[in-house]
């Protein structure tokens, strides 16, 4: 019965740490595109200030 717990948590960690890689990837994927979206020529900023 120990080693079936034992093992359990194991698998339990080992899929929270692949899902979490995999969350992060995602993020940085996204984050990525935001950036290239940004970096067309179609798409500018203008910033002002106001004093």
Excluded: E, P
């Excluded at 359990?8 to 996204?30: E, K, M, P």
């Excluded at 020529?41 to 203008?46: E, L, R, W």
């Amino acid at each position: 019965m120990f080693a079936l717990t034992s093992f359990g948590r194991n698998a339990q960690r080992n899929l929270c740490l692949l899902l979490s890689t995999i969350i992060v990837a995602v993020c940085l994927s996204l984050a990525d595109y935001a950036t290239q979206r940004a970096a067309d020529d179609s798409y500018s900023v203008t910033v002002t200030q106001i004093q």
